[in-house]
């Protein structure tokens, strides 16, 4: 499995835009690239997969580039209530593969 | 439409103890997999479940067991419990076959060990 690397922590003011980007260089041809969103006390949600280039839903945005070796999880506007931690994950589909989870990028939205 | 629900919410065990922890998957899943959460870091996987029988395992001593019902529901059994146990325990359900690597999550049992 692909190992990804991403920013401990960051901050951030309401309704900024948010990048957070995951390195992954040794991702493989089947991999896909998915994120996760994590609350306190709560498990951790699916925000978006993807496998090139952009995808979009009504929560984020996924920027992939062409090498695929790294990725962008964007967050328009944010809110208090996007304050959690976010997971990049790499590996191959189906949906009961297991998850393998870094310590994750833990985003702090200000007021 | 209910999602993944796990029972009890917290609890706290003695060192050397036994704990069963339960997770009914989102209706229409057919697989649960178990997952560690330690405060600070992100899950890690247990093992996974799916037609009653274990069909992956992560990296944990035999001392973690697990059990699937007909009913798709699950059972995690830790034996000898030690200090390092303590943490959040999520359960995860998926339909096998989906062709996506979305797992839907419980809120998780937060365990205690004393």
């Known amino acids: 499995l692909a190992k990804t690397t991403q920013p401990i922590s960051m901050d951030s003011y309401e309704g900024q835009e948010v990048n957070i980007t995951c390195s992954h260089n040794n991702i493989a041809t089947n991999d896909y690239i998915t994120w996760y969103q994590q609350f306190p006390s709560q498990g951790p949600r699916f925000i978006i997969q993807?496998?090139?280039t952009k995808v979009t839903n009504e929560v984020a945005s996924l920027f992939i580039p062409a090498d695929r070796k790294s990725s962008t999880l964007s967050l328009p506007r944010v809110s208090l209530s996007d304050t959690a931690v976010y997971y990049c994950l790499v590996g191959d589909s189906p949906g009961n593969t297991p998850l393998v989870f870094g310590k994750g990028t833990r985003l702090s939205v200000i007021a | 439409d209910a999602g993944v629900t796990q029972s009890p919410t917290h609890l706290i065990k003695t060192r050397g103890q036994q704990v069963t922890l339960r997770c009914s998957p989102k209706?229409?899943?057919?697989?649960v997999s178990w997952y560690q959460q330690a405060l600070g870091q992100g899950p890690q996987f247990i093992f996974q479940?799916?037609?009653?029988?274990?069909?992956q395992r992560g990296n944990f001593p035999d001392r973690f067991s697990g059990h699937q019902f007909p009913n798709y529901s699950s059972e995690l059994n830790v034996n000898a419990l030690l200090l390092g146990d303590s943490a959040l325990y999520l359960c995860?359900?998926?339909?096998?076959?989906?062709?996506?690597?979305?797992?839907?999550f419980g809120p998780g049992t937060r365990l205690t060990v004393t």
């Open positions: 479940y799916y037609e009653e029988e274990e069909r």
């Open positions: 993807g496998y090139k």
């Open positions: 209706s229409g899943h057919d697989t």
């Open positions: 995860a359900s998926s339909l096998t076959g989906q062709p996506t690597y979305e797992q839907y």
